[in-house]
Structure formats: C-alpha cells, structure tokens
C-alpha cells in the first residue's frame, strides 16, 4: 500500500463509486437516491436495495453528521496508519440522510472526548492531486 | 447409498495449540485428520466426503493427495470466515443423512499465528466480489485495516445503546475464559487472568484491551461425521444445526440494524431442529474472536434477555459451575484462535465426558456456535444419545 506523500491507504476508485470520488474532488460529498423510493444507498450499489429500481441518481448531502460508533487504535498493525496512533475511526450518521452510516477518519478531536452522539462536520483532505478523502472533526 | 437419518461425530483430532508450530498448515491438517479417522475407527481410503471450512489452511485436494484418497463422493468448501468450521458441520451431516457421502471429514489447521495471514498484522481482505473495493475504498481508507478495529465499533455502539459505564463485564469473561484455559490445559494460557489485570492491559482497539482479544495461534482439530439408523449409547448426535446471515453482510459500517447478525436466525433454526431451548443446555462453546462477542451471544441465542448479558457475566455464571458453563476450553480468548474448530471438539469431549479438569458434570447437551465474516454464524446442539 504505497500510497505516495500521504502514505496510508489510499482508495482504488471503481466504474460504480467513481462519481463519490469524483465529488469529493469538489469537496462535495454525492450519495447514491434512489429516483423512485428516495432512499438515500450506501454503500455503492448497482440497484436499490429498498425498491429495486436501478433508477439512482448520485445526490448532494452536507458532510454533517453525528458519531454512531467510533474506535481509538492503539496497537500497530503494520500498516502506515501506524504513524498516527492513537486515531479514531468513526462510524457517522449523516444528519441529512439518517438512513447512512459511513466510515471516516476523525481529526482535531482528543480521543478522551470523542462520545457517540458527538456532533461531527466533513473535512475534505487532497490526499494526491487525484484523490480526495472525507474525513470528520467535531463540530465546533 | 441408502440415507441415514442421523448425524453422529465419531472421531475428533487436534494437534497442540502453539505460537509457531514449525510445520506447514497442510501437515497440521493432516495430523489432526488422521488422528479424527483413527478416534473413529476408520481409515483414510473409507472417507468419503471432505468439506473444507475456510479459505485459508489446506484444501480438499490437498488432503486427498496427501491421504492418497482415490475419490471424493462430496466436496465443498465454505465462504464463511468463523463461522466456517460449524458451517461445514452442516454440510457433514447434509451429505450424511441424505445419503451423498458416509464418512465426511471437517478440517481446520492454520499457522494462524507464525504464519503469514496473521489477522492482526493484514488487512481483513476479502478476494471475491465487490468485497475487495468494499474493504478498501470505505473501510481502509479509514484505519479500519484488521477486524479488532470493526468488533469495536459493535462493542462501544451496544455499551451505548445498554448504558455501560465501564468494561469491566468484559473482564469478566476474559477472566472465567483464562481459569478454564488453565483448567482445560491444551491453550496459550499458562495463568488465571484477574479483573484488575484486563482493565489494567493496554488498550488496543479501543474499547478493547489486551485481554479482549483472540490469541492467534498455530494448531488443527479435525471433525469426522457419519450417518447412522439408530444413534447407539454414547454417539454424539448432530441434534440441531443451523446458519444466519446479516443483512448488507459485507457492508458492517452501514448495515441496519447495526447490531444485527446471522446469529439469532442460526440459532432459532438449530434450536427448531433440535427441539429444545436455550434453559436445556448444559454448555455452551460460543465464538469469541472478541470478549465482547460472549455477552452479546449470550442475548442472541436466546439465553439472557436483551441487555441482561452483562448481569449474567458479572454473576460468574458462565463459569464452570455456574447456570450455563461457556467456553470451557478456555476459548479463542484463551485457548487459541482456531477458528471455532476446537470449541466443536470441545464439545464433543465434554459430551464423551473426557474434557478433563473442565469437565461439566454430567454434560448430555451442547450448543456451539461459529460467528465470523462480519457477521456470518452458524450455531449446532450437540447432544450425547
């Protein structure tokens, strides 16, 4: 996983998931809706998964959320992310589409106050001039 | 080939259980089978079936070669990651009783701790599907690069959601674990582990620390299953066997119910065939990757009530001389992680009433389960007839 200056894992964009990629470039975070049940999908699928309609259009949704769940590392893996022990990883609850839960990274957050619940907003960090990550900080 | 009603287990094999073992996954394997043929009185030319639970060790073609079988009647191989081993019972007694095969053999061996898959040093990959993008595009990119991390998340959502002001239920389990690993004396525990110890050993996956954690281990334990009319006195009978999958099986982070899993649909199906309920058990080998995994089976089978695992954890009764002895080998928490292959052949000695220092007395019924894959399970009563 040599990812590069940013060195940790990078993402391997896909035909299916290369538009949230791509709208991250734009600091824009874009869910799968579904145009005949308006379910909000995640993770990236070919069809709706409530419906069954392979109608969806990729939509804006505010980067905003709320922790569900979340986990400090403490032990080395062996993976660059080794550099930055202790990190969170969290599970976020957007606040405009509440049916998704989405991984992500939280950043300028002591681990001792990190709660679930807490108030989270996006950070969008150029990881290479190609690709962009979603990341969290608590919401000040 | 004529069906047979029953599934009995007629012969068990395990190697020791160690932190480098200095042999291949393919001759652990091998030992720990032809140590099962021969506990079930038979050769290796008579088996007849081979299900092999999981994508790592050896495969059905190298047990085979290696036991110079001439031909297979039954074959299968699981995708199931824990759950595999229990799950590949289900096929055993399948092939059995419908007549497919006569002798199926169920192998698990790894050097899961010497070796080069170690899960807490790789990425949990996933090679089939879109599983692969999945681990890495929505999962890694994120930290989550190994399974401690993802058991975490469940562990601090359900302490939420069950107002937990501390861990100390799950040092409980680690401790009633590591007395009976002492007890058992086949695992990597050489000691009895105290309250203070867990809560005092170094964070890991936050909430979990050291001693929440499955001890990678090197080993085999191999199962032989066969069909009969009538079980004769003492057979150990397949009385209940079942499997359950989570909704958005490989999507963990999003799934909904977040907490939900295979294992209640696997152990309503075991149970249902079976015919008995949770409070007929004498024991019970639940899978324990994680500590935390104990208490919330204990709520998914149907032994405690929703939240009320705790209680039951913190009241030692699942210790050995407790409502419902769990884990008595000690477990993957103490025993060594062989991916639930020993807590099937746990069971089977306690229902032979061979299982020692940590024997339940007068086990007549088990239940087992497997729990892996993010969610995967499969649960089985074992019962002496």
Redesign the interface.
């Known amino acids: 996983?040599g990812d590069g200056l940013y060195g940790?894992?990078?993402?391997?964009?896909?035909e299916?998931?290369g538009p949230y990629w791509d709208g991250l470039r734009r600091y824009e975070l874009l869910i799968q809706r579904c145009t005949d049940c308006q379910s909000y999908l995640?993770?990236p699928t070919e069809v709706c998964?409530r419906c069954q309609s392979f109608s969806m259009q990729w939509t804006p949704v505010a980067p905003t959320g709320e922790i569900?769940?979340?986990?400090?590392?403490?032990?080395r893996?062996?993976?660059k992310?080794d550099e930055?022990i202790?990190?969170t990883?969290?599970?976020v609850q957007l606040a405009e589409a509440s049916?998704?839960?989405?991984?992500?990274?939280l950043v300028e957050a002591d681990?001792d106050q990190v709660r679930?619940g807490l108030p989270v907003v996006g950070v969008f960090v150029d990881a290479t001039p190609e690709i962009t990550?979603l990341?969290f900080r608590p919401q000040t | 080939m004529v069906p047979s009603p029953t599934a009995i287990i007629v012969g068990i094999g395990e190697t020791e259980i160690s932190k480098d073992s200095g042999r291949s996954d393919v001759r652990l394997n091998l030992e720990a089978s032809l140590a099962a043929l021969s506990d079930g009185g038979i050769v290796a030319t008579d088996v007849d079936g081979i299900v092999v639970p999981a994508l790592v060790g050896a495969t059905a073609e190298d047990l085979m070669s290696a036991l110079g079988l001439a031909d297979l009647a039954y074959s299968a191989a699981i995708h199931m990651g824990g759950a595999g081993p229990l799950a590949a019972l289900a096929h055993a007694r399948l092939a059995v009783t419908s007549g497919a095969a006569q002798n199926v053999l169920v192998s698990f061996g790894q050097n899961g701790r010497s070796g080069s898959q170690r899960l807490g040093r790789r990425p949990p990959r996933l090679q089939i599907s879109s599983a692969t993008t999945y681990r890495r595009n929505y999962e890694a990119v994120h930290g989550f690069v190994v399974p401690a991390p993802f058991y975490a998340l469940w562990a601090q959502r359900y302490m939420y959601e069950n107002g937990w002001t501390s861990t100390e239920p799950l040092a409980h389990v680690a401790r009633i674990q590591s007395e009976h690993a002492v007890l058992n004396g086949l695992g990597l525990a050489d000691r009895a582990l105290t309250v203070e110890e867990h809560q005092t050993s170094r964070l890991i996956s936050s909430p979990f620390r050291l001693y929440d954690c499955s001890r990678e281990a090197d080993g085999a334990a191999a199962i032989l299953v066969r069909g009969v009319a009538n079980p004769q006195p003492g057979d150990v009978v397949i009385r209940g066997i079942g499997e359950g999958h989570p909704p958005q099986p490989d999507q963990p982070l999003a799934r909904r119910p977040f907490l939900g899993s295979g294992m209640p649909g696997a152990a309503r199906r075991a149970f249902d065939m079976a015919g008995c309920s949770p409070e007929d058990l004498d024991f019970a080998e639940l899978y324990d990757a994680f500590s935390f995994n104990v208490i919330w089976q204990l709520e998914q089978i149907g032994i405690c009530e929703p939240g009320a695992g705790a209680a039951f954890v913190l009241d030692s009764q699942i210790a050995l001389d407790g409502k419902l002895p769990v884990n008595t080998h000690g477990g993957l928490l103490a025993q060594g992680h062989l991916w639930g292959a020993a807590h099937i052949t746990e069971a089977v000695k306690q229902l032979r009433g061979t299982a020692g220092k940590a024997q339940v007395s007068g086990a007549r019924r088990g239940l087992v389960t497997g729990s892996g894959d993010f969610g995967d399970a499969s649960v089985a009563i074992l019962e002496v007839s």
Request: hydrophobic residues 30%; negative net charge; without cysteine.
């Open positions: 996983m940790r894992t990078l993402p391997q964009p896909t299916l998931d995640w993770y998964s569900y769940s979340f986990t400090t590392q403490y032990q893996t062996g993976s992310f930055d202790p990190y990883s969290v599970i049916e998704v839960t989405m991984g992500g990274l681990p679930v990550l990341q």
